[in-house]
């Protein structure tokens, strides 16, 4: 028997067993992206950004039924079967590509979107709206204070309304302040505009390292099709197990 196509079928095979993690994790890696998204999206602009995230999950969803296609086609060693688990491969690969392409885009466009987003929020802190909320929870959880610096927040009415004072999430965790300058040592001094651009880039990062990791794999599987089909063509079609 040939042993390229026994390869193959079993490389097909082991790819339509492990559609459905790989289903699994890109759902994952979709729900991380909107999530971390959504807990800022007071600061972003551009909703387009959320485009890859949802390229991801639709192709997840796919994922769990083409496992299932691929599955049942080499196992029943099924030419149109394959054919069409081929043409999926196919078209699932070109998502993951324009997905992987536009994470690439709008990564450098991250920071263009944020500067000027995260400065009209801060501005219209005042200590009850939903703007206000979105500001202590940027500042407690990345431990920032302002956009650039802690500094920026002179020229917001908050601050000579209040005393001359910062909002209480720009202290530092576990310390007793008042938010007075007169205390920057219990401050968290740097701005929540570096921080928060590096953590949107790296999860975006993230996704796109694993959207072409399993692009690879439909690369391969693919080429197994193409392996089976022509050889297939000059000879009967072999089981995977005779």
């Not at 390869?7 to 999530?35: E, H, P």
């Not at 496992?67 to 196919?90: H, N, P, Y």
């Not at 500094?151 to 202290?171: A, E």
């Not at 205390?183 to 996704?207: H, I, M, P, R």
Request: aromatic share 12%.
């Amino acid at each position: 028997m040939d042993c390229g196509i026994i390869t193959s079928k079993t490389v097909l095979l082991i790819l339509s067993l492990i559609f459905w993690a790989a289903g699994a994790a890109l759902s994952y890696v979709g729900a991380y992206v909107i999530s971390s998204y959504k807990n800022f999206d007071n600061f972003l602009e551009d909703k387009y950004t959320l485009i890859p995230a949802a390229i991801i999950i639709g192709v997840a969803v796919i994922m769990f039924i083409i496992g299932i296609v691929g599955c049942c086609a080499t196992l029943r060693e099924s030419k149109v079967g394959l054919s069409f688990f081929m043409l999926i491969l196919l078209l699932i690969f070109a998502a993951e590509v324009t997905a992987f392409v536009f994470g690439f885009i709008y990564r450098g466009r991250i920071k263009g979107d944020l500067e000027k987003s995260m400065t009209e929020v801060f501005q219209k802190y005042d200590g009850k709206n939903a703007e206000t909320r979105a500001v202590d929870y940027l500042q407690s959880q990345l431990q920032c204070c302002g956009v650039k610096n802690y500094t920026d927040w002179t020229s917001i009415p908050w601050f000579s309304s209040h005393n001359s004072t910062v909002p209480r999430s720009c202290c530092k965790a576990n310390a007793t302040c008042t938010g007075r300058f007169d205390q920057s040592e219990l401050l968290n001094v740097q701005g929540c505009e570096a921080k928060l651009e590096q953590l949107l880039q790296d999860v975006l990062s993230y996704a796109m390292l694993v959207v072409l990791g399993f692009a690879i794999i439909k690369f391969f599987g693919m080429l197994s099709v193409c392996v089976i089909t022509c050889r297939s063509g000059r000879s009967d079609y072999q089981p995977l197990y005779a």
